[in-house]
């Protein structure tokens, strides 16, 4: 005889597994209809970083970019036209600064030669992210995939969901909270900024006046300082650009953390991750700075909450042939 609680779990247990459940991802997804999607995104990231060594940095920006607002759907490669009347690339932070799109498109029409309409734009972004940070020194995961394309795009979140670089701790931690990262998260994915780069006006407010102060912002070190507004004076052009990290501009390694520890973060927001007393990001940038293994698998576990942010999965959305349009516009 079945207890009255061992028949609802026998049930709900063979129901599990006749039908798996929707909205999960797993890294064997493409193992039948595209044995191939690995390599060939690896291939062509080491391939394009051979040109470019700041598409890894560009890459991996994008799938952030992308999860943040609606979910990792690919809105974020929509190109304005037909339906799609405002894109995300038009947004404030993604207008002349995402970069590496011409590496997804190139990754997408190998996949359509060798598997065609099977592999998501949406999971090309996160898989490109995943080659990006192992091909550049960083730690490699196994990424989960399922994902599907948007129909839409929304420039308004966009402009509203993607953090700025001038706004406080307090206002980061809860965009990230929003989608579901925690302040582990938040400190161990803004570990990307360790390598890339970032124009002048997106930091500059630090450098001169900072806040109406009359003087550069305290926590800034003061030889980074000189260096600094040398390379972008006051009135100077805008979108002169600075590396991440000044020793290994390319590399993913935990400078970040290091470079923080030395008042050297470059935008005001990776250093409040340090400087703002009392916060409980300071004891994890410590924790990072003195252990890169501790950073590397913490990055990693975070790159798979990030990526897991709302998939579309199952019949939701699409495949698109064209990582730039939907299907049939
Ligand atoms: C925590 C809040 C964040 C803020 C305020 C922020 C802000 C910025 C800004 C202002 C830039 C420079 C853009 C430009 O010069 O046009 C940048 C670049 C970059 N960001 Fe972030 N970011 C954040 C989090 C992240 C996260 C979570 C990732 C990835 C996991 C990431 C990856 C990158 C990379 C790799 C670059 C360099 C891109 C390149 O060189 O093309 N950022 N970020
Ligand atoms: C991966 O997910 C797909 C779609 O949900 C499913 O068909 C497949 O069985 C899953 N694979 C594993 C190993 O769970
Ligand atoms: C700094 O900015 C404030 C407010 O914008 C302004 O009143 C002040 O004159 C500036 N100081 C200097 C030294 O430029
Ligand atoms: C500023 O720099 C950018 C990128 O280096 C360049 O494309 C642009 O023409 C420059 N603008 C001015 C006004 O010099
Ligand atoms: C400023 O940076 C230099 C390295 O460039 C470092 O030796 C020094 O300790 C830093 N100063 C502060 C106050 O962090
Ligand atoms: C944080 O604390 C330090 C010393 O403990 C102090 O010098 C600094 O002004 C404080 N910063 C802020 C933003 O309150
Ligand atoms: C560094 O972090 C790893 C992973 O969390 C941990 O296993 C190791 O003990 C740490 N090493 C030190 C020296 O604390
Ligand atoms: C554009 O939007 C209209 C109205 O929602 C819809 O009927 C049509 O299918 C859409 N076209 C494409 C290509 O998605």
Redesign the pocket.
């Known amino acids: 005889m079945f207890s009255t609680t061992v028949l609802p779990a026998i049930i709900f247990l063979t129901l599990t597994l006749l039908y798996p459940s929707n909205g999960q991802l797993n890294a064997t997804f493409y193992s039948n209809t595209c044995p191939n999607v690995l390599s060939i995104v690896k291939n062509a990231v080491q391939q394009a970083l051979q040109s470019d060594s700041?598409v890894g940095?560009?890459l991996?920006?994008l799938?952030?970019h992308d999860c943040i607002v609606n979910g990792c759907d690919a809105s974020i490669l929509l190109d304005q036209g037909g339906n799609i009347t405002q894109s995300e690339k038009d947004a404030a932070p993604n207008s002349?600064?995402i970069?590496g799109l011409d590496v997804i498109d190139n990754i997408k029409s190998s996949l359509e030669s060798s598997c065609s309409g099977v592999v998501s734009c949406a999971d090309i972004v996160a898989l490109a992210a995943e080659s990006s940070v192992s091909l550049s020194g960083g730690p490699s995961w196994n990424v989960l995939l399922g994902r599907r394309d948007s129909l839409t795009a929304n420039q308004a979140g966009a402009n509203n969901l993607i953090?700025?670089?001038f706004?406080s701790l307090a206002q980061?931690t809860t965009k990230f909270s929003n989608v579901g990262l925690d302040t582990t998260d938040?400190v161990a994915?803004?570990g990307?900024?360790t390598?890339?780069?970032?124009?002048c006006q997106?930091f500059s407010q630090r450098l001169f006046n900072f806040s109406g102060s009359g003087s550069p912002d305290p926590t800034l070190n003061s030889t980074y300082l000189a260096t600094l507004q040398q390379n972008c004076p006051q009135n100077g052009n805008g979108s002169t650009l600075n590396n991440?990290d000044p020793s290994t501009p390319d590399t993913f390694d935990n400078n970040y953390f290091s470079n923080l520890l030395i008042n050297m973060g470059l935008?005001q927001?990776d250093q409040e991750l340090l400087s703002t007393n009392g916060s409980s990001t300071i004891s994890i940038v410590n924790n990072f700075a003195n252990n890169q293994t501790a950073f590397f698998n913490q990055f990693a576990q975070s790159?798979i909450n990030?990526g897991n942010i709302s998939p579309l999965t199952g019949n939701q959305g699409e495949i698109r042939i064209d990582c730039k349009k939907v299907n049939g516009s």
Do not use: C, Y
Request: aromatic share 10%; proline share 6%.
């Open positions: 700041r940095a560009s991996l920006r799938h952030f002349n600064s970069r953090p700025s670089p706004e980061i938040l994915l803004s990307a900024h390598f890339g780069r970032a124009r997106l991440f935008l927001t790159m990030m």
